[in-house]
Nanobody, 122 residues
Framework: QVQLVESGGGLVQAGGSLRLSCAAS????????MGWFRQAPGKERNFVAA????????NYADSLKGRFTISRDNAKNTVYLQMNSLKPEDTAVYYC???????????????WGQGTQVTVSS
């Protein structure tokens, strides 16, 4: 069992940056791949980025490459999402998830956090 808690969301102006954190409980964190997804009001949950258990492999949504960076610290049971050059269309609730591999489908993830709101003003 893995419990996930996201933090770091908030209100930021367009062009600004935020770093989201996802803290995991449980001793098996390092055995899971971790992913970030986001969901805007009235829209489906979309893939943002994922990272393998070792951190050696990463996967990004094509539209976000170059602006977002995923990383993890297994010693701290934490995964991060650094978001730069934010745009109003990045506004969404951001969720972290633990799963079987750094995949882009939500179906490949077994555990989810409650989400953290990111709002980008123009």
């Amino acid at each position: 069992q893995v419990q996930l808690v996201e933090s770091g969301g908030g209100l930021v102006q367009a062009g600004g940056s935020l770093r989201l954190s996802c803290a995991a409980s449980g001793r098996t964190f390092s055995s899971y791949a971790m992913g970030w997804f986001r969901q805007a009001p009235g829209k489906e949950r979309n893939f943002v980025a994922a990272i393998s258990w070792s951190g050696r492999n990463t996967n990004y949504a094509d539209s976000l490459k170059g602006r977002f960076t995923i990383s993890r610290d297994n010693a701290k049971n934490t995964v991060y999402l650094q978001m730069n050059s934010l745009k109003p269309e990045d506004t969404a609730v951001y969720y972290c998830a633990a799963g079987r591999g750094p995949y882009s489908s939500p179906n490949d993830y077994d555990y989810w956090g409650q989400g953290t709101q990111v709002t980008v003003s123009s």
